[in-house]
């Protein structure tokens, strides 16, 4: 007995080990000393922290997708996020303050990358660099199946955190696979919704292809930014490898199921 307690531990020794990710907290959280010491908290797949620590290790699914659950209290309201991701095993991430102080971004730290970026800066116009770095990113791809939606209703599936751009969705067909819209402000998290289409909403099905991805695919829309869409699902992703997920939504039930396509 003793020989096979001793086997198993070594066993989740090995595994902890070789399952090991390292996130830092990069030179933002200095300048926002005030808000960063006490409003802002993760937890990724049990492990909580803040930027009061330097660094922290945490432990990604060999296989599937990991949880980020992220708060941020600001004028004593806490907003509640929930990001799935397929965090990279055995590597450093870095965390920072998303674009225009909120929220936050995870990157791969990356010295090449940040070289090439240093450079565009130097000698590149400002806007023209940001747009260089977007086409950068990597963000994966995505595909939407809906079951039992009713043949009256049109929904609209938004995989984009800025532009309203959206895959509109109205019988049963395979739809194939997009490609989330590329922001050229550093926040890579991908906001998903899924909403149900408004007789006031006046859209128009996108028939050229964006640089930045986006438009490309099968009954792609976009609409007035005014109008608001009746949310039926919301969460988002940070996607790292170019991995293709199938996001599966009941209308009958509400329920999501996310799943990597091998």
Known sequence: MKRLITILNLLFTYI??????KIIFDESFALHTERTS?????????????PTISEVTVYPHEKGLDTIFFQETRAFKTKFDTIFSRIP?????IITIGCCDEGF?????????EKLMDSLYSKKEYDEALLLYATLLEFGYLKFEIFNKPVSDTLICIYSPISITG???????????VEPCRSSEIDNMIS??????NDNICYEIYEIEDKTGCTEGIDIVGWNGNKKLEILKQFRLRLFNN???IIQYDYLTGKIKLIIDE
């Open 167 to 177: 895959q509109m969705i109205t019988i049963n067909k395979d739809y194939g696979w």
């Open 105 to 113: 971004d995870i990157l791969k730290k990356d010295k090449e990358k």
């Open 16 to 21: 902890a080990v070789i399952g090991q990710t």
């Open 38 to 50: 006490t409003t802002f908290q993760w937890t990724i797949n049990g492990v909580t922290f803040t």
């Open 243 to 245: 991995e293709k997920v």
């Open 89 to 93: 095993n055995n590597q450093e991430l």
């Open 192 to 197: 998903i919704y899924i909403t149900k289409l």
